[in-house]
């Protein structure tokens, strides 16, 4: 049995399908059937069901599937090991985080990369589910995500902060001179926010709700970015995290008012896998978040945009 034939195994479970599978692994379908076969005539089990087209795993497939993720993770760590006594950690890692954290997710990459020169980060945009899935796969090293997150299971948590809700709205409307609002008022403003498949603005509606008062925004997106490319002109207000602030800050022509409620929402974190072995690039980021104040530095640029 090859490494080889594993990582084909791996690339066809996640493309499910035979062409795709061997054009992620640059080789030719020939090639990677041929190899999964002689996976199964070595480990003498039916590993894929075949019909006119890729139908999916057996079950002892399922089994040496799982195999594969742990037995190439193990390859991937002992690399990394090796690397890091050699001399400095190599490696890419793979970092997955939740669209409303991206604009903070720079407060522990950039600090990672100077301290690991050879070592590179890729940088998933993912849902929470995808971020369950890719850990529990070995598909990725670390998360950022909510922390309160029901699906994660065998994970090691480390919170970085606690989103922080405020209405971004016109300096001349109703709103713009208040020192703080109620979620109410907000409500009737002319609302762009996220999309409501999202956690973030599954959450802000709960406190739209708690002050007996529904949100109906005129636009809806699934990205910070297109929220905020939205809001310069004066017609739109939003609900944001503050952690926002830090890549976007405020528009030209808006100000950052106070929502009244809760002082702290939901917390968010880094997670990595418990299982063995352990990624030694994910340990790394670990370290570099410990010391990057992340909490401090988001709660530094809000006073500074409150104050202006």
């Given amino acids: 049995m090859l490494l080889r034939q594993l990582e084909y195994l791996v690339a066809l479970a996640r493309e499910r399908h035979f062409a795709r599978a061997a054009a992620a692994c640059y080789v030719s379908q020939p090639s990677l059937s041929a190899a999964i076969r002689r996976l199964e005539r070595e480990l003498d089990v039916p590993i894929v069901r075949r019909g006119r087209r890729y139908e999916g795993l057996t079950p002892e497939g399922e089994v040496v599937l799982a195999w594969a993720h742990r037995i190439l993770a193990e390859q991937d760590a002992l690399r990394q090991e090796l690397s890091a006594l050699r001399g400095g950690l190599t490696g890419t890692l793979r970092l997955g985080v939740v669209p409303?954290?991206?604009?903070?997710?720079?407060?522990?990459?950039?600090?990672?990369?100077?301290?690991?020169?050879?070592?590179?980060?890729?940088?998933?945009?993912?849902?929470?589910?995808?971020i369950t899935h890719g850990l529990a796969e070995f598909e990725l090293d670390a998360a950022m995500t909510y922390l309160d997150d029901?699906?994660?299971?065998?994970?090691?948590?480390?919170?970085?902060?606690?989103?922080?809700?405020?209405?971004?709205?016109?300096?001349?409307?109703?709103?713009?001179?208040?020192?703080?609002?109620?979620?109410?008022?907000a409500a009737a403003l002319p609302l762009c926010l996220l999309s409501p498949r999202m956690r973030n603005r599954r959450?802000?509606?709960?406190?739209?709700?708690?002050?007996?008062?529904?949100?109906?925004?005129?636009?809806?997106?699934?990205?910070?970015?297109?929220l905020y490319a939205h809001l310069p002109g004066g017609r739109w207000s939003s609900v944001i995290s503050h952690a926002w602030l830090h890549m976007f800050g405020v528009p030209e022509g808006m100000r950052v008012v106070p929502l009244e409620g809760p002082a702290h929402?939901?917390?968010?974190?880094?997670?990595?896998?418990?299982?063995?072995?352990?990624?030694?690039?994910?340990?790394?980021?670990?370290?570099?978040?410990?010391e990057a104040g992340v909490r401090d530095a988001l709660e530094a640029r809000l006073r500074t945009y409150l104050r202006s």
Avoid: N
Avoid at 106 to 130: K, M, N, W, Y
Avoid at 270 to 289: I, M
């Fill in 150 to 185: 029901d699906t994660l299971r065998q994970v090691r948590r480390y919170p970085l902060y606690e989103e922080r809700y405020m209405l971004l709205t016109p300096v001349d409307g109703p709103l713009g001179g208040s020192d703080t609002a109620r979620w109410s008022q």
């Fill in 203 to 226: 959450i802000i509606d709960d406190c739209f709700a708690a002050d007996g008062a529904t949100a109906a925004p005129a636009i809806e997106t699934d990205s910070v970015a297109g």
């Fill in 100 to 130: 409303t954290a991206l604009p903070v997710a720079s407060l522990l990459t950039t600090p990672f990369c100077e301290r690991h020169p050879r070592a590179a980060v890729a940088l998933e945009s993912l849902s929470s589910a995808q």
């Fill in 265 to 290: 929402g939901p917390r968010v974190g880094l997670v990595v896998a418990r299982s063995e072995p352990q990624s030694v690039l994910a340990q790394a980021l670990l370290k570099v978040a410990r």
